[in-house]
Structures are given as C-alpha cells and as structure tokens.
C-alpha cells in the first residue's frame, strides 16, 4: 500500500469531552485509542480522493475547452456569413431587391461589383463581366447561395411542420414561454380552427 508523504493534509475531528457544558456520552468509549495505521489509512483516502477531485475537474475543463472551441469556430462562420452578407447587400444594384428572388453577381474589370436578375445561362457567351456566383435572397435580408436553396427549403420547411404541429395539439405550452401569455396561443389556436 502507498503511503501519503504529507500527513498533515489529514483533518481529524476535535475532540470535546463536554460539548456546549454536557456530557453526552462517555468520552473513554467514544475516544477509541486507534491504531497509527488507521490514520495512515485516512491520508491515504484522502490522498486518492484529491486525485479524484483533479483528475474530475480536469475532464470538466477539458469539455469546456472543447466548447470554446467549437463556439469560436460557430462564431468565426456567423462573422463570415455577416461579411458575405454585407459585401451582398452593398454590391451595386440598379433594381429593387427583393425576398425570394435570385441574384447573380457580376464583377466589371474596374473591381466593380455588382447584382444583376440575368444569370450566366441567360447572357449566353455574351456575358459581359466576370461571373462570381448566384444567392437568392431570404426573407430575413440573409442570402442563400444557390447551391445551398433546397437545403434551406427543407430545413423551413421543417420548422413550419414542427410550428403547425405545435399549434394543432392548442393546449401546448410551447409557445407561452415566447409570448408570456398562454392566452394568444389559445385565441391564436381557435382562429385556426374557425
């Protein structure tokens, strides 16, 4: 058996023949004169349960690292698609932009970017600029990239079924929580049903 180098991280309890002025028991038969290995036994335990306690908080650390970093990696994709987005909305355009329309992105030879309804397909080999890609433009002002549409079609689509089924079982708390009254959930259900 290993045996601790530092007895003194061992804590006994302090003995009190009378506690508070009483003696509740008697003290000779509470006071057990132990053998010295016994104690060697307690630091040991507490030895081990010290490793325990590292070694538990170790692994707990260890998963939040893993967290920060998978936050960071969402972060570092919410900042690019911010900055796609933006570079997107700032491109020039001479129409109205409007949800759920595609877009095709064109850049002239000054570096000008700019949107445009034509696609590639539609100019033909008369194309005048330097095609970059196609997004079609959400509801939310996000953009889509094209290639990417029948994903996020499905994914909407989804959420709308999850939606819809939440407000077909109407006594649902789900959305109480969104609006704080369960009341609008209610009358919001009865109109559907009417």
Known sequence: ME?????????????????????????YMTNKKSSPQDLVELAHQVSKADEF???????????????????????????EEAKKDADLHHAACNIVKKPGTTYNLYKRE????????????EWGPACPHEYVGSWRLEFDQSWTPLKDVERRDQENLMVTKVLDHQLALGESDFFSG??????NVQALTAEQKS
């Open 3 to 27: 045996k601790p180098t530092d007895m003194s991280a061992v804590a006994l309890v302090e003995t009190n023949a009378k506690p508070l002025g009483l003696q509740l028991v008697n003290s």
């Open 53 to 79: 306690v590292r070694a538990n908080a170790g692994n707990k650390l260890s998963l939040i690292a893993e967290q920060i970093k998978y936050l960071q990696e969402q972060a570092r994709k919410v900042l």
């Open 110 to 121: 000054s570096g000008q970017a700019y949107l445009s309804i034509l696609s590639p397909e």
């Open 178 to 183: 969104l609006t704080g009254e369960k009341a």
